[in-house]
């Protein structure tokens, strides 16, 4: 894994190849984050990165200078992970082990940026109830943004708050802001 750009610019950061994770390619990550430059200050938000697994989003935002970070994650060998990530880079981060789900029922925390990749066999259901309960409960208001990861075959465009698609080969990331109303 790679850091794209900022302060840790072209770092490699080594990933334990026995963790569960799909990493976001160096292509799909520069893509999203060219694009996040158009829409946000990273320097000013408050990053929420949802089945973070090696972390990778949320530490691209770190080093482009967002220094409130919190990864949720429910897999113990990926928290061990980012624990040794972040202290490595001298990263203060909140890294919570958890559900995602639980976790978004339950924290009253607010967030200008929430990164959302769960896994691939997702089911549709499981997407609508994540991007409702991350509209409801977790943006902080209709500037925040949430980019969800998904095969691209999924598709989103019928989501209040859907703002645009990036497909980088087999991955897309849907933008969606917090719905109306």
Do not use: W
Request: charged share 25%; aromatic share 12%.
């Amino acid at each position: 894994m790679r850091i794209i750009s900022g302060e840790f610019g072209g770092l490699r950061i080594n990933i334990p190849k026995n963790l569960p994770i799909r990493p976001t390619t160096d292509m799909a990550k520069e893509g999203v984050f060219n694009t996040l430059n158009n829409l946000i200050n990273l320097e000013s938000t408050n990053v929420l990165d949802l089945f973070s697994g090696s972390g990778s989003l949320g530490l691209e935002c770190y080093s482009r200078g967002s220094k409130n970070i919190t990864f949720v994650e429910k897999n113990k060998k990926c928290i061990k992970q980012l624990y040794s990530t972040t202290k490595s880079l001298n990263i203060r981060a909140e890294i919570i082990l958890n559900d995602v789900f639980k976790y978004i029922r339950k924290t009253s925390k607010k967030f200008d940026l929430v990164f959302a990749d769960p896994p691939y066999d997702f089911s549709e259901q499981d997407y609508l109830l994540l991007i409702k309960e991350i509209q409801k409960n977790i943006l902080r208001n209709q500037e925040s943004i949430l980019v969800l990861e998904h095969f691209k075959k999924k598709t989103f465009r019928e989501i209040q708050g859907f703002m645009f698609l990036k497909n980088y080969g087999d991955c897309s990331f849907s933008f969606i802001n917090q719905k109306s109303g």
